[in-house]
């Protein structure tokens, strides 16, 4: 699945180059503002990071660590359950919810779970029918009803169906809503109620969502439907049809919610798990050069030049080795001369003793020996202070620049600064 999201961000990209047309290693602040708006960055969002970064030249390593930091409460942790696994589909209307439950159904019946689907959408003509189809396309069993009848009835069925069928996924559609309907609000709380009613803990799961081509306009719906039951986690939908990916960053900061997937086509198949890492890579390529670029080039020539020179290196290799050869055939026969006119001499010595004359050995033992005295390794007091200096648990290493210099960050908070080892002491530094 890698490469899925950054191919998804064609669009933004796009938008990003009619303002940044070039690569360059570092932006300045209000190169980078402009940049973040034009990716649909919320404003508010835009001026903390700016606000916030004390360098007047903005690197990638500077500006990933503030994006990333807006993601922090990106991942999910799933619950314990009994199974089934229910999950509760929300969003307005036209989001894309029914097209996001036919690919994470697809997802699991791919791991070999058994879903089954719950048509609770009956409040939008052909809803019902719309999920049908894709059922019978997946070849996956559904519960459903008539428009107009009680969804939460229908939400009821499908659980018990589940438990009583050995089903691992209940995976419920419910009624496109905007938090301005208020009846509709309050069937989507009946839903909930049930469902707990039939399979106690259930919904395991509560998931929104969020058309990306609507941008910063949807975080108004996702609070809303946060206030009134809960949501657990995110799915936005058309990221490979919009401009606005940088819209991401403001309803993850504002919302602290994990984004769970994001639709990267029409297809079952196209649904991506979420990775904070690739997404924001995928931006910041866009925008700086690749430093490691020519040495990477060097590194290819050099190693081609290597390749050419072999056949010559092993010729001389041989050379060397024949030569070798040869002076250790000289030297051996004068050696084995010498241990034998000393053992002649030790024998017709009759004045010395066997013990001296194992001391005359180990003597000359020891007059062979070499004694290296291995350097002692001085402490270092910068390393033995870091630790103490970094016992604030917010606090992460972003990158080492040296043993007394390293950039660190603020977690849960586009903040990032430089400490420094300096006269003795850990301290902030610019």
């Not at 879903?115 to 070849?139: H, Y």
């Not at 990158?399 to 400490?419: A, C, F, G, Q, W």
């Amino acid at each position: 699945m890698f490469g899925f999201i950054k191919k998804s961000l064609t669009k933004t990209i796009e938008a990003i180059k009619t303002v940044a047309p070039k690569k360059k290693i570092t932006f300045t602040k209000d190169e980078l503002e402009e940049i973040l708006l034009e990716a649909d960055v919320e404003y508010d969002l835009v001026e903390l990071i700016i606000d916030q970064t004390y360098q007047d030249k903005i690197t990638r390593e500077i500006l990933r660590s503030k994006l990333l930091a807006t993601l922090a409460h990106t991942t999910y942790k799933e619950p314990e359950y009994t199974a089934p696994f229910v999950e509760l589909i929300v969003g307005v209307n036209g989001a894309g919810k029914t097209t996001t439950i036919s690919k994470l159904a697809q997802r699991y019946k791919n791991d070999g779970k058994k879903v089954i689907l719950g048509a609770g959408d009956t409040f939008r003509a052909a809803a019902i029918e719309q999920l049908t189809l894709w059922s019978q396309k997946l070849d996956i069993p559904i519960v459903s009803s008539k428009q107009g009848h009680d969804s939460s009835a229908v939400a009821y069925d499908t659980i018990d169906s589940a438990k009583s069928k050995g089903f691992d996924h209940v995976i419920i559609d419910t009624a496109g809503r905007l938090h301005t309907q208020t009846n509709l609000a309050n069937e989507l709380k009946k839903i909930n109620r049930i469902c707990d009613k039939s399979h106690e803990g259930s919904p395991h799961r509560t998931l929104l969502i969020i058309d990306g081509t609507q941008g910063n306009s949807a975080i108004a719906q996702a609070k809303a439907f946060n206030e009134m039951i809960g949501i657990d986690g995110i799915i936005i939908t058309k990221l490979d049809g919009t401009a606005k990916g940088g819209s991401i960053f403001s309803i993850a900061y504002a919302l602290e919610l994990p984004i769970l997937y994001v639709g990267t086509g029409e297809q079952p198949e196209d649904l991506t798990p979420f990775d904070k890492y690739e997404f924001v890579d995928g931006l910041l390529d866009a925008l700086f050069v690749d430093e490691d670029a020519d040495e990477k080039v060097k590194i290819v020539e050099e190693t081609k030049e290597i390749e050419k020179e072999k056949p010559t290196i092993k010729e001389t290799t041989v050379e060397i080795i024949e030569e070798e050869v040869e002076e250790k055939v000289i030297t051996t026969e004068p050696k084995e001369l010498k241990e034998t006119e000393t053992t002649k001499i030790i024998d017709t010595q009759d004045d010395i003793s066997d013990d001296k004359e194992i001391e005359v050995v180990e003597d000359a033992i020891v007059e062979e020996e070499v004694v290296v005295e291995e350097p002692i390794a001085e402490p270092n007091l910068a390393e033995e202070l870091l630790p103490q200096y970094l016992k604030d648990e917010r606090l992460g290493i972003v990158k080492r620049e040296s043993d007394t210099k390293i950039l660190i960050n603020y977690l849960n908070t586009p903040v990032d600064t430089y400490i420094e080892f300096i006269d003795g002491k850990w301290g902030y530094s610019k």
